[in-house]
């Protein structure tokens, strides 16, 4: 499998999630099954905790909110209806499971190209220069957030603001914590931007480094590109019927 | 090739200096600054990646510079490098690079002393131009520039500064079969030991990457051990599960220790977690305003990614100085100081000692530690030795 088309695949499915109901949500779960299985190997276990990790406290928050406090589903609110906690349930579950499947296959899609680094893995991509920049920049960002809350949380941990474990003191002090990380994110960039990428043309550099890319789509792209159109059919379909 | 040396002391424009020389060429060049974020591309998640950025024609070869190992490092991420490491770092890309130029600006002092001669020869090979602002050396037959735009002086009130020091009653602090290693892998302590005395003080040795830094942030809690104990007085002390209660520390990059934007913010933050302890040594605000005027800040509203990088690194000492803990801890405290400001610090360090605190320094500068009286701990192999 190519980069190009892992991200085609990747598209499709999610485009096939965030359009199927709960029903069509099944073949899609069997085409990442296969997927992990074929592609991914072992560490697809090591993704699909990485991605309950992710999405259980959302579930969680989302089932507060629906089903504790509110009561009832929002389609049973935009339709006026009484509703049930029952329906509000079923909301829940459905929203938690497309986003559980989007968020494993991203993870799937990062192990299955664990060997290559970032930037082989954009370079490889057959999107124009500029898509390619902006997928850089971007994930400089997250590196760059990444390594502002570790070193926030050494600053405030040595300082006694907050603690390693669960605390009160966490609780009360978390906020620091979040202004923290965004002064040192913020501090970083700029020092970067005023000082090193004026004198260096640093982001000018990438270009070189991005040039060319692989061949489109191999063979086995082309088997698993058509393996994630069927199954978002068969999403589509089981969703019609269900409705 | 020109090979220019920027002289001055701190504040004196050098560095400004410097950067119009590097614009006035109109030709991009190599910018290695003082700390990470002007060291590293900032653009890349691996050290392969940091490389493949820079990387040039490879018809057109410069030397080589092959100071780090960087076969086995490929896979790092550049940010979780030491400071060392990332300006060797920084160094290999150069090599490969196409650039004609390179500018480095303080960036050689967190070199230990081999890589550092290595990094010198480098830049003095003569096979492309340099600009050189460094606080230990002038290296011989370089042509020397000072700056020309003084800018703010952050003067240190050094004698208000040591008569404000309070005694401390520090306790002996023990180390025993320490071990640490790092999500990657990397083991940095097996079976490590020390024992730190009070009153004294400790300088921790290393070469860049050994584990200096890892051992500190340890001591205050940041960093849990896999295996080991630390001890406070004869009792058991685990700063990372019970908080620290014993150490200020100032880092190696003052922009990692702040805990707010203002100085004011930051030490009110760092009070009230005292407090919440129980703390009755109360620093209050007087001696906050006492101690930063002495450090050459006006107000406690001065907001501190505002100050120049020296003045930053010397409010950093502010912590430690203060007496809110009775070790303080200092990773590389020189770094883009000046003579003048080395020597002062290294007697109020002396100064400290013997008013009962109890000091742990970590630096590269020889010519700083010899200024004051040390015990020489030394990391290599994930032991930590006494020489």
Same mark, same amino acid.
């Given at each position: 499998m190519t980069p190009n088309g892992a991200v085609a695949f990747a598209i499709i499915m999610v485009i096939a999630a965030i359009a199927s109901g709960a029903h069509g949500l099944v073949p899609l779960y069997v085409a990442l099954l296969l997927f992990a299985a074929i592609e991914v190997g072992q560490a697809s276990l090591i993704a699909l905790r990485r991605a309950a990790l992710i999405m259980l406290p959302l579930a969680a928050f989302m089932l507060i909110v629906w089903v504790g406090v509110v009561g009832r589903g929002p389609q049973d609110i935009a339709a006026g209806l009484a509703g049930s906690r029952a329906s509000a349930l079923a909301y829940v579950s459905? *929203? /938690? /499971?497309?986003?559980?499947?989007? &968020?494993c296959l991203v993870q799937l899609v990062a192990f299955r190209f664990a060997r290559e680094t970032p930037l082989s893995f954009v370079r490889a991509l057959? &999107?124009?220069?500029? *898509?390619?920049?902006? &997928? *850089?920049?971007?994930?400089?960002? &997250?590196?760059?957030?990444?390594?502002? *809350?570790?070193?926030?949380?050494?600053?405030?941990?040595? /300082?006694?603001?907050?603690?390693?474990?669960l605390s009160v003191r966490n609780l009360t002090n978390g906020w620091i914590l979040m202004q923290t990380v965004w002064l040192t994110a913020i501090t970083t960039v700029t020092a970067r931007v005023r000082d090193k990428w004026p004198i260096e043309l640093t982001v000018a550099r990438l270009d070189p480094a991005l040039a060319g890319g692989s061949n489109p789509l191999s063979a086995g792209d082309v088997g698993w590109l058509a393996a994630a159109a069927f199954a978002g059919l068969a999403s589509q379909i089981a969703s019609f019927h269900a409705a | 090739?020109?090979?220019?040396? =920027?002289? %001055?002391? !701190? =504040?004196?424009?050098?560095?400004?200096?410097? @950067?119009?020389? @590097?614009?006035?060429?109109?030709?991009? #060049?190599? =910018?290695?600054?003082?700390?990470?974020?002007? #060291? @590293?591309?900032?653009?890349?998640?691996?050290?392969?990646?940091?490389?493949?950025?820079?990387? $040039?024609?490879?018809?057109?070869?410069?030397?080589?510079?092959?100071?780090?190992?960087? $076969?086995?490092?490929?896979?790092?991420?550049?940010?979780s490098l030491s400071g060392g490491e990332q300006v060797l770092l920084a160094l290999h890309s150069f090599a490969q690079s196409p650039f004609d130029t390179i500018a480095v600006d303080t960036a050689l002092e967190q070199l230990d002393d081999v890589n550092r001669v290595t990094a010198l020869a480098y830049l003095g090979c003569g096979a492309f131009n340099v600009a050189l602002i460094d606080n230990r050396v002038v290296p011989p037959g370089w042509e020397i520039r000072s700056g020309t735009s003084p800018g703010r002086p952050f003067s240190i009130d050094w004698p208000a500064l040591t008569s404000a020091i309070t005694p401390q009653r520090a306790q002996a602090m023990t180390v025993r079969g320490l071990g640490f290693a790092y999500? !990657? $892998?990397?083991?940095?302590?097996?079976?490590?030991?020390?024992?730190?005395?009070? #009153?004294?003080a400790h300088r921790l040795s290393g070469a860049n990457g050994a584990g200096k830094t890892t051992l500190l942030k340890i001591l205050v809690g940041a960093l849990a051990p896999a295996a080991g104990e630390v001890t406070l007085a004869g009792a058991a002390y685990r700063p990372w599960r019970e908080g620290n209660r014993a150490l200020a520390l100032a880092t190696q990059n003052p922009d990692q220790q702040w805990? $707010?934007?203002?100085?004011?913010?930051?030490?009110?933050?760092?009070?009230?977690?005292?407090?919440l302890r129980g703390d009755t040594n109360a620093i209050n605000d007087a001696r906050v305003a006492e101690f930063a005027r002495a450090l050459g800040i006006a107000s406690l509203d001065q907001h501190l990614y505002e100050l120049p990088l020296a003045a930053r690194k010397r409010v950093s000492w502010l912590w430690p100085l203060i007496g809110a803990h009775p070790w303080v801890m200092?990773?590389?405290?020189?770094? %883009?100081?000046? !003579?003048?400001?080395?020597?002062?610090? #290294?007697?109020l360090l002396q100064h400290m000692c013997a008013s009962g605190h109890g000091v742990i320094f970590v630096t590269h500068d020889d010519d700083f530690a010899a200024m004051l009286p040390h015990r020489r701990l030394h990391i290599e192999n994930c032991r930590i030795s006494s020489l």
């Open positions: 459905t *929203v /938690a /499971a497309r986003l559980f499947l989007i &968020v057959r &999107v124009p220069m500029a *898509v390619k920049r902006l &997928v *850089v920049l971007t994930l400089s960002l &997250v590196e760059t957030l990444r390594h502002s *809350v570790d070193r926030a949380h050494t600053a405030l941990l040595a /300082a006694g603001i907050i603690t390693r474990g | 090739m020109r090979r220019e040396f =920027f002289a %001055g002391s !701190n =504040f004196s424009g050098r560095s400004a200096a410097l @950067l119009a020389l @590097l614009q006035s060429a109109g030709v991009p #060049a190599f =910018f290695v600054g003082p700390y990470a974020e002007a #060291a @590293l591309s900032g653009l890349s998640s691996s050290v392969a990646d940091e490389l493949a950025i820079y990387r $040039g024609d490879p018809s057109q070869p410069r030397p080589p510079f092959d100071a780090l190992p960087i $076969g086995s490092m490929l896979d790092r991420k550049p940010q999500p !990657n $892998g990397r083991q940095i302590f097996d079976g490590a030991s020390v024992a730190l005395k009070p #009153a004294t805990c $707010g934007a203002t100085l004011g913010e930051d030490m009110e933050r760092r009070r009230a977690a005292l407090r200092l990773d590389e405290p020189t770094i %883009g100081q000046d !003579n003048p400001t080395r020597e002062s610090l #290294a007697h």
